[in-house]
Structures are given as C-alpha cells and as structure tokens.
C-alpha cells in the first residue's frame, strides 16, 4: 500500500513540473563601458544531466536571433546578432544568457526560451542603455576652476588679472598636462623677483606635488571608463593652485617690505 502512494506522488510531482521555471529579471543595462553585454536567463529547475536534451531560443522582435539545439550541438546566431552566444555547459546548471558584442546589442524585449524534453518555458529581459558621465556636473566645476585659479593667481604675481576663458578646454589633458608650464613660470617669477628661498622651494615642491597628484590622477581616469580617480586629480590641481595662491601671498609680503621688486617690462 505505502510503496503505491509513495510512487503515485513521485509520479504526481514530475507532471506537476511540466514547467521551467525562471528567476525573472525585468531588465539590464549597459553602458559605454561593457565590452560584452550579458543578457541574463537563469531556468531553476533543468533536471537532465544531458546536453542533447536542452533546445535554447532567443528572439527579438518576435525574429529567432539566437538557436542552441544540444541534440545536434549546434549554435546557430542570426545575421544581426553573429558575435552572440551561450556557454553550453553552463546550461546543464541553467545558465541560458545571452552574450554578445556591444556592437551587435540592441536595446529592446529579448525572449528567452528554454525546452528540455518535453518542459518548457520563456522569460523577458529589457536590455537598456545608460549613459555614464565621466565626472559628475560638481567634478567638472572644480577641474575647470582649479587651474583658471592657478592661473589667475600666477598672473596676480605679475600685477596683472588677465581674463582667461576655459570656455574652450576642448579636452582634460588640456586642462591638467600643460599646468606643468604654470610651475616653470612660477619657477621663473621667484628666480627674477628675489632668488630661491626656502620658503619658494617649498612652493615650488607643493607644486610639483600637485602637479605629479594631477597627472596621476588624469592618467588613472584616462584608462578607466568611468573614473574612480576623480578626486585625486581634483585634488591636485588644487594644490597646485594653493601654491599659486601662497606664492601670491608670499610675493605681496616681500614686495610691501623691500620695494624692489620690479615686474617684467612688457616692452
Ligand atoms: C555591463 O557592465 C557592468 C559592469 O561590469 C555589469 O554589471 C553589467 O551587468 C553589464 N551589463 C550587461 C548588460 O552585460
Ligand atoms: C545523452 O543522450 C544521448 C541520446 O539520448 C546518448 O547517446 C548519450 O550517451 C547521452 N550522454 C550522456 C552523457 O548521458
Ligand atoms: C536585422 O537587420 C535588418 C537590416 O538591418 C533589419 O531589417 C531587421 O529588422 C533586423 N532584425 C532584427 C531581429 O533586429
Ligand atoms: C519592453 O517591454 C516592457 C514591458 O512590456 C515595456 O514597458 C517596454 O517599453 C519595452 N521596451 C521596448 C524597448 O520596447
């Protein structure tokens, strides 16, 4: 009697089954950054240990983009979508994403089908596009101001408040690379106005730190896509123009006490 009702509810447990069922992700995103783009389709319950019972469709637009038949272990990628594919042993645990080049993903609805045997099932994933900024809007002030400051502070040495535009930094090494030129100047200004000191060689020091923090700073950005190294080089160019300031500060200081100091003739 026991053994009859244990196999009735076996039996009862594999029809009830006739389903897959898939851990549902409504959407992925991808950016500038991915160089694969990874749509994602998990089935939880395949059973067979077999690769020739699992049959995998991936359709866009209600067009098969994507054929995996594992009786004949065969993938087949439609025209539009050439660099996509599975990884078939990953599907004997589930795994049915999708990968493919950037350059072939679409945004839109891609249905995932699965069939073993006689189970089967679909899900839908969104893929959607996101646009990254490299720096955030308050990154971007402060990469521009610290150098016009720089600048502007340098030229305060000379006696003079030149209007200077960033408007047309076309590019950020533009902006960070040629900041070494402001410490050559700077270097210039002290050994015209009065000589090396140590207090100027310690600006210029604070300088150059600022200027090699910056650089750093500009270079890690540069390699990454999306830059985790904002901050350093912010902070760089910061100091660079902190030392343009107490050069500034410095100068008026030793200008008020000996009046010799006489700017560049600009003929
Ligand atoms: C894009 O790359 C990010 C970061 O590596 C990753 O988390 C995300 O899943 C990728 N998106 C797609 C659609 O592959
Ligand atoms: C998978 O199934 C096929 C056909 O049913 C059979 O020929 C093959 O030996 C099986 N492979 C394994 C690893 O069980
Ligand atoms: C494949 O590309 C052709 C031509 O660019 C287009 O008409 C068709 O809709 C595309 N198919 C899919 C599934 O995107
Ligand atoms: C994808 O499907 C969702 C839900 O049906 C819908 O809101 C969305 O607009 C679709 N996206 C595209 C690009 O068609």
Known sequence: MWPLVVVLL??????????????VIKSVEYTLCNQTVVIPCFVNNVETKNITELYVRWKFKGENI?????SKRMSKPSSNF???????????RGIASLKMDKSDAVVGNYTCEVTELSREGETIIELKYRVVSWFSPNENILIVIFPVLAILLF???????????AKNAS??????LPTVILILLHYCVFMIAMGMSSYTISILILQILG??????????C????IPVHGPLLISGLGIIALAELLGLVYMKCVASNHRTIQPPKSN
Do not use: H, M
């Open 10 to 23: 076996l039996a009862s447990v594999r029809c009830g089954s006739a389903q897959l069922i898939f851990n």
């Open 66 to 70: 994507f054929i995996f038949d594992g």
């Open 82 to 92: 050439s660099s996509a594919k599975i990884t078939p042993p990953e599907l004997l």
């Open 155 to 165: 030229w305060g040495q000379f006696g003079i408040v030149s209007e200077y535009s």
């Open 171 to 176: 590019g950020l090494g533009l902006i960070v």
């Open 211 to 220: 200027y090699v923090l910056s650089v750093v700073g500009f270079s890690l």
């Open 222 to 225: 540069v390699s990454e896509c």
